[in-house]
């Protein structure tokens, strides 16, 4: 069976958590997406270390995570270097096209069209994920 590739939007680590072992059981391929006001204001160490843990509890292909960066090219370019999976950036063509370039040597692609589920304010995510 394939596997479905749906985002979903957390707040926390515990949520990530849950997200994917229910989505395990469930055979979808969970891609954790953060939102601007969360990674603008917790930075790049915070995302980084979530990576991180994320990793050590479960492999680096169980998950892959999207950050939305909105107009903040810094915070872009910084994400890029890090290595996180997906950006979603909003620019206008020209710089779009220069920060693509740098996202294609890194392997980070940019903009992605993937559904995205936001269950950062739901109490029993496993039962959404079953109704997906």
């Not at 370039?101 to 936001?118: Q, T």
Request: hydrophobic share 40%.
């Amino acid at each position: 069976m394939k596997k479905k590739l749906i985002c979903f939007t957390i707040n926390s680590y515990s949520q990530a958590k849950e997200i994917i072992v229910e989505s395990k059981k469930n055979s979808i391929f969970p891609i954790i997406h953060i939102k601007y006001h969360i990674a603008n204001g917790f930075g790049i160490e915070w995302i980084e270390a979530l990576n991180k843990i994320l990793i050590d509890s479960f492999s680096n292909k169980s998950f892959k995570i999207l950050v939305d960066c909105n107009n903040n090219y810094s915070l872009a370019t910084q994400l890029i270097v890090g290595r996180i999976h997906y950006l979603k950036l909003k620019a206008d063509p020209k710089t779009l096209k220069k920060i693509n370039e740098i996202a294609k040597k890194n392997r980070v692609l940019l903009n992605p069209k993937i559904r995205i589920v936001d269950l950062s304010n739901i109490k029993k995510i496993s039962k959404k994920i079953s109704l997906i």
